[in-house]
């Protein structure tokens, strides 16, 4: 969504040309997506529209008629960042990080958030989400598991790309499948029955 809000998202001084207001706000693309989600969640109330918005452009999950531009959730690319930039680190070094972790509570009601473990952190080169973990094996399935707990805990809606519910070791590919037999083995079974187990709590329980 940022690079239709930005008129100079991604372009160099004297590649873009200011708003009638002199400013860099795409207001025409403001005014579509406003109109978009109007109409959509006025005709299909069923529906929801989810912004993957990189940058602290307000409101972007709030109605249209308070200034929003109407879209029905967020994602948080904050929690996501954060988070596993805290996680990759040694233990011995994360007190030195705190703020990673608790940051994001400055600003989580903002919005409304989804947190976002996607298919963009388990591709190109970026490895899996137990490969980002610190420590030995043992260790990253341990703070994979604490990973997903305090996730499940945090304001937000949950977003986990598949696979990382068992703890894939292998990228993400769409030219082969999951690697299902990994839960064959205990601690790739951990990380699924912590999933499950999470999810029951998260259903069973009042916010």
């Known amino acids: 969504v940022a690079s239709m809000l930005y008129l100079d998202y991604s372009r160099k001084a004297g590649e873009w040309i200011p708003n009638e207001k002199g400013g860099r706000e795409n207001l025409q693309a403001v005014s579509f997506l406003q109109k978009m989600n109007k109409e959509l969640y006025g005709h299909h109330p069923g529906v929801m529209t989810i912004a993957e918005e990189s940058t602290s452009w307000p409101k972007v999950s709030r109605p249209v008629h308070e200034g929003g531009l109407g879209f029905g959730f967020k994602w948080n690319m904050g929690f996501m960042h954060d988070t596993l930039e805290y996680l990759s680190k040694e233990p011995i070094f994360r007190k030195?990080?705190?703020n990673d972790i608790t940051f994001g509570l400055v600003y989580a009601f903002s919005e409304n958030f989804v947190l976002p473990l996607s298919h963009d952190e388990v591709v190109?080169?970026?490895g899996t989400l137990l490969n980002k973990m610190a420590g030995d094996d043992w260790q990253k399935f341990a703070t994979l598991r604490a990973y997903y707990?305090?996730?499940?805990?945090?304001?937000?809606?949950?977003?986990?790309?598949?696979?990382?519910?068992?703890a894939q070791r292998r990228e993400w590919s769409e030219e082969r499948a999951l690697d299902w037999n990994l839960l064959e083995f205990a601690p790739h079974r951990g990380v699924w029955q912590t999933v499950r187990d999470l999810n029951y709590l998260y259903r069973s329980r009042p916010a």
């Open 124 to 126: 190109h080169g970026k």
């Open 96 to 98: 030195h990080h705190h």
């Open 149 to 166: 707990a305090f996730m499940w805990g945090y304001p937000g809606k949950k977003l986990l790309f598949m696979g990382q519910e068992f």
